[in-house]
């Protein structure tokens, strides 16, 4: 999870993380499947070219607290 005060941006250095830590959790768990990379921020993440590929799928405060 992020906090921000606006959309969260994805740099090199953090998508270069993130795709690290997806290759550990793989490697950990031995899975076969297909792993979707899920960011919960506050108000969504920004499309740049570190996010898009890298970013399946988001989830915002306002999914959140929708009725």
Known sequence: M????????IDKTY?????NKLDIFSQE???KKTLFLTIVTTYGTKNNMYSIGL????VTMDDLFLP
Not at 2 to 9: D, G, L, Q, R, V
């Open 2 to 9: 992020k906090f921000s005060n606006a959309e969260f941006a």
């Open 15 to 19: 998508a270069g993380e993130l795709k």
């Open 29 to 31: 768990s031995k899975t």
């Open 55 to 58: 970013v399946h799928n988001e």
